[in-house]
């Protein structure tokens, strides 16, 4: 079965940096558009950037704009967030999901398969 898992959250101050991964299987993960989404304590899950399967990237710009990266490796069946000048609004549990589909997915319910996500708090 298709299965997400994601690691590389952990604590981390203000300003600090943190690459989560999210190693994709049971898929075809070259033919899957990679999310991430974020959720914080007694706040809705939101957008945080999106790769389709041909690498073409969108982040949410109101939250993360210039300071997160998306990225996939195929090579890895991988995708990746680089989250630097973390923020302590930033702190959040961080889900990645994958959709078959060839556009941009920016909504929860575009996306297939959901991982169990993975906690990033920054300390001020």
């Known amino acids: 079965q298709v299965q997400l898992v994601e690691s590389g959250g952990g604590l981390v101050q203000a300003g600090g940096s943190l690459r989560l991964s999210c190693a994709a299987s049971?898929?075809?993960?070259?033919?899957?558009?990679m999310g991430w989404f974020r959720q914080a304590p007694r706040k809705e899950r939101e957008f945080v950037a999106a790769?389709?399967?041909?690498?073409?990237?969108?982040l949410n710009r109101d939250s993360v704009k210039d300071r997160f990266t998306i990225s996939r490796d195929n090579t890895k069946n991988t995708v990746y967030l680089q989250m630097n000048s973390l923020k302590p609004e930033d702190t959040a549990v961080y889900y990645c999901a994958a959709r078959r589909a060839l556009q941009t997915g920016i909504h929860m319910d575009e996306y297939d398969y959901w991982g169990q996500g993975t906690q990033v708090t920054v300390s001020s």
């Open positions: 790769v389709t399967r041909f690498g073409i990237s969108t």
């Open positions: 049971g898929l075809t993960f070259s033919n899957y558009g």
